[in-house]
């Protein structure tokens, strides 16, 4: 059976939890998404807009801030923090409970910062622990300044929902794993509110377009691994060339170059930031 997952938005201040204010009779779809952002509106406020206009919305997996640099620059309206990825990029081990909330934290600090101009939805696995470990993994996460939080009913150890030792669980917004179009059309018109639907390159969830998956009746889909397992197979690629081969010179297009680099890290507006600052001859002094 598949894994059920609660979403939670993130509340402005941290005294208090709410769930997705879900209302999917007032969701509307537009010709074209929207491209601004609302750099003056909480995260969690734009995130609902971003689903009311664009009808569906499709969040790519980051693990870490260059990641979530090119989520944001690739014209993405939100990102995603999985627990797999970062288990894997952090840890070097699979998703099988052994990631922290606090390091989970860490990193969406980090993504968070990489990407400010787009929400981002963290994977908080099961929270931790019991009512009292959740209550401060999402504190933590608001800290972060994260949008909101994937929360999982499993039974522990937690495990990727694409795995085995699955159990049902109760009261989700998000159910893991469905095995074929005709549950995929069960869910999305059996369940409330916003319905999330996850796709794995290789999982148990056939893989479907943001159009189809719409008319199936979902809200959000998040691709949470397609760069984590595209950049995998890009490192084992060029890794082995360069053990067989003692140079990468005659696959250089492989790669991305010097300046596309330091384009992606905006290398130019750190320059500028210096240039700047620079011609100051002393540290600036506040006058009491």
Same mark, same amino acid.
């Given at each position: 059976m598949s894994t059920m997952t609660t979403i939670m938005l993130m509340p402005p201040k941290a005294t208090s939890l709410q769930h997705f204010n879900f209302k999917p009779s007032t969701l509307r779809s537009r010709s074209s998404p929207t491209k601004s952002s609302y750099p003056t509106v909480r995260m969690q406020t734009r995130f609902h807009r971003l689903i009311e206009d664009q009808g569906i919305v499709l969040m790519p997996g980051c693990y870490d801030a260059l990641s979530a640099a090119i989520v944001q620059q690739s014209g993405f309206t939100a990102g995603f923090i999985s627990g797999y990825a970062l288990s894997a990029s952090l840890l070097g081990k699979p998703d099988f409970g052994l990631l922290t909330p606090p390091e989970m934290a860490a990193t969406a600090r980090t993504v968070c910062a990489a990407a400010p101009m787009i929400p981002i =939805?963290?994977?908080?696995d099961t929270g931790g622990g019991n009512a009292l470990n959740v209550q401060r993994t999402v504190r933590d996460l608001i800290a972060a300044g994260a949008a909101g939080c994937f929360l999982e009913d499993q039974a522990w150890p937690k495990k990727c929902g694409h795995m085995r030792g699955k159990q049902a669980g109760a009261d989700a917004c998000f159910v893991e794993a469905p095995r074929n179009d005709d549950e995929l059309k069960e869910i999305g018109s059996h369940t409330k509110g916003y319905?999330?639907?996850?796709?794995i390159e290789g999982g148990v969830t056939p893989l479907h377009t943001p159009e189809e998956l719409r008319a199936m009746?979902? +809200?959000? =889909?998040? +691709?949470p691994l397609t760069a984590l397992y595209a950049s995998a197979r890009a490192l084992v690629d060029v890794l082995r060339t360069l053990k067989e081969n003692g140079t990468t010179r005659d696959h250089l297009h492989k790669m991305a170059t010097f300046k596309e680099f330091n384009q992606l890290v905006k290398l130019d507006s750190w320059f500028e930031l210096e240039a700047r600052y620079s011609n100051q001859k002393s540290p600036m002094r506040v006058k009491s």
């Amino acid at each position: 059976m598949s894994t059920m997952t609660t979403i939670m938005l993130m509340p402005p201040k941290a005294t208090s939890l709410q769930h997705f204010n879900f209302k999917p009779s007032t969701l509307r779809s537009r010709s074209s998404p929207t491209k601004s952002s609302y750099p003056t509106v909480r995260m969690q406020t734009r995130f609902h807009r971003l689903i009311e206009d664009q009808g569906i919305v499709l969040m790519p997996g980051c693990y870490d801030a260059l990641s979530a640099a090119i989520v944001q620059q690739s014209g993405f309206t939100a990102g995603f923090i999985s627990g797999y990825a970062l288990s894997a990029s952090l840890l070097g081990k699979p998703d099988f409970g052994l990631l922290t909330p606090p390091e989970m934290a860490a990193t969406a600090r980090t993504v968070c910062a990489a990407a400010p101009m787009i929400p981002i =939805i963290a994977d908080a696995d099961t929270g931790g622990g019991n009512a009292l470990n959740v209550q401060r993994t999402v504190r933590d996460l608001i800290a972060a300044g994260a949008a909101g939080c994937f929360l999982e009913d499993q039974a522990w150890p937690k495990k990727c929902g694409h795995m085995r030792g699955k159990q049902a669980g109760a009261d989700a917004c998000f159910v893991e794993a469905p095995r074929n179009d005709d549950e995929l059309k069960e869910i999305g018109s059996h369940t409330k509110g916003y319905r999330v639907c996850n796709m794995i390159e290789g999982g148990v969830t056939p893989l479907h377009t943001p159009e189809e998956l719409r008319a199936m009746g979902f +809200h959000l =889909i998040v +691709h949470p691994l397609t760069a984590l397992y595209a950049s995998a197979r890009a490192l084992v690629d060029v890794l082995r060339t360069l053990k067989e081969n003692g140079t990468t010179r005659d696959h250089l297009h492989k790669m991305a170059t010097f300046k596309e680099f330091n384009q992606l890290v905006k290398l130019d507006s750190w320059f500028e930031l210096e240039a700047r600052y620079s011609n100051q001859k002393s540290p600036m002094r506040v006058k009491s």
